[in-house]
Protein backbone atom coordinates (compact mmCIF):
# COMPACT_ATOMS: atom_id res chain seq x y z
CA UNK A 1 0.00 0.00 0.00
CA UNK A 2 0.86 3.77 -1.05
CA UNK A 3 0.84 5.93 1.99
CA UNK A 4 1.06 9.74 2.59
CA UNK A 5 2.35 12.00 5.47
CA UNK A 6 1.14 15.76 4.77
CA UNK A 7 2.56 17.91 7.63
CA UNK A 8 2.79 21.50 8.55
CA UNK A 9 5.47 22.70 10.38
CA UNK A 10 4.71 24.74 13.91
CA UNK A 11 6.00 28.66 12.90
CA UNK A 12 7.16 29.11 16.32
CA UNK A 13 8.79 26.13 16.65
CA UNK A 14 11.75 26.93 14.07
CA UNK A 15 14.31 26.86 16.25
CA UNK A 16 13.64 23.72 17.19
CA UNK A 17 12.65 22.45 14.23
CA UNK A 18 16.82 23.10 13.29
CA UNK A 19 18.20 21.96 16.21
CA UNK A 20 16.35 18.29 15.08
CA UNK A 21 17.08 18.34 11.33
CA UNK A 22 19.77 15.85 10.88
CA UNK A 23 17.73 13.86 13.32
CA UNK A 24 14.82 13.92 11.45
CA UNK A 25 17.01 13.12 8.33
CA UNK A 26 18.41 10.03 10.15
CA UNK A 27 15.07 8.81 11.13
CA UNK A 28 13.94 8.82 7.32
CA UNK A 29 17.20 7.69 5.99
CA UNK A 30 17.37 4.89 8.92
CA UNK A 31 13.83 2.96 8.59
CA UNK A 32 13.22 0.06 7.05
CA UNK A 33 10.14 1.41 5.71
CA UNK A 34 10.20 2.22 1.98
CA UNK A 35 10.13 5.71 1.25
CA UNK A 36 9.34 6.45 -2.45
CA UNK A 37 9.41 10.09 -2.02
CA UNK A 38 10.08 13.04 1.11
CA UNK A 39 11.14 16.29 1.56
CA UNK A 40 9.82 19.94 1.77
CA UNK A 41 7.89 22.82 0.26
CA UNK A 42 9.06 25.65 -1.04
CA UNK A 43 9.84 28.28 2.08
CA UNK A 44 6.56 29.63 3.54
CA UNK A 45 5.00 32.95 3.17
CA UNK A 46 5.96 35.37 5.75
CA UNK A 47 4.97 34.12 9.31
CA UNK A 48 3.77 30.78 7.49
CA UNK A 49 4.56 27.25 8.43
CA UNK A 50 6.40 25.11 5.72
CA UNK A 51 5.09 21.97 4.59
CA UNK A 52 6.18 18.48 4.14
CA UNK A 53 5.26 15.17 2.30
CA UNK A 54 6.62 11.76 2.72
CA UNK A 55 5.18 8.81 0.24
CA UNK A 56 6.21 5.44 1.12
CA UNK A 57 5.18 2.07 0.40
CA UNK A 58 4.02 0.17 3.46
CA UNK A 59 2.12 -3.49 4.57
CA UNK A 60 0.00 -1.35 6.62
CA UNK A 61 -1.55 1.76 7.85
CA UNK A 62 -0.38 0.86 11.13
CA UNK A 63 3.12 0.48 10.37
CA UNK A 64 3.59 3.87 8.91
CA UNK A 65 1.52 6.06 12.02
CA UNK A 66 4.01 3.73 14.12
CA UNK A 67 7.36 4.95 11.72
CA UNK A 68 5.56 8.76 11.63
CA UNK A 69 5.05 8.55 15.67
CA UNK A 70 8.84 7.87 16.11
CA UNK A 71 9.97 11.38 13.71
CA UNK A 72 11.66 13.80 16.15
CA UNK A 73 10.01 16.40 14.21
CA UNK A 74 6.31 14.44 15.38
CA UNK A 75 7.81 13.74 19.15
CA UNK A 76 8.98 17.39 19.63
CA UNK A 77 5.86 19.06 18.11
CA UNK A 78 7.70 20.67 15.60
CA UNK A 79 4.68 19.60 13.62
CA UNK A 80 1.25 21.84 14.00
CA UNK A 81 -0.31 18.83 11.91
CA UNK A 82 0.19 15.72 10.73
CA UNK A 83 -2.52 13.88 8.55
CA UNK A 84 -1.51 10.06 6.92
CA UNK A 85 -3.46 8.35 4.85
CA UNK A 86 -3.70 5.78 2.07
CA UNK A 87 -3.50 7.03 -1.49
CA UNK A 88 -4.37 4.94 -4.50
CA UNK A 89 -2.46 6.56 -7.19
CA UNK A 90 -3.70 5.50 -10.66
CA UNK A 91 -1.82 7.52 -13.23
CA UNK A 92 1.73 8.69 -14.07
CA UNK A 93 5.10 7.45 -14.39
CA UNK A 94 6.17 7.26 -10.90
CA UNK A 95 3.55 4.47 -10.64
CA UNK A 96 4.37 3.00 -13.79
CA UNK A 97 8.25 2.30 -12.13
CA UNK A 98 6.60 1.14 -8.80
CA UNK A 99 4.50 -0.98 -10.86
CA UNK A 100 7.38 -2.98 -12.98
CA UNK A 101 9.80 -2.73 -10.05
CA UNK A 102 11.98 -0.42 -11.45
Not at 25 to 39: D, E, F, N
Not at 46 to 55: F, K, N, Q, Y
Amino acid sequence: MIVARYAISDPGKRAERARLLEEHKAHLQGTAIRILLSGPSAPPAAGGGSTALVIAEVETLAEFEAFSAGDPFVRSGVYASVEIFEWRPTLGLLLERLSDGS
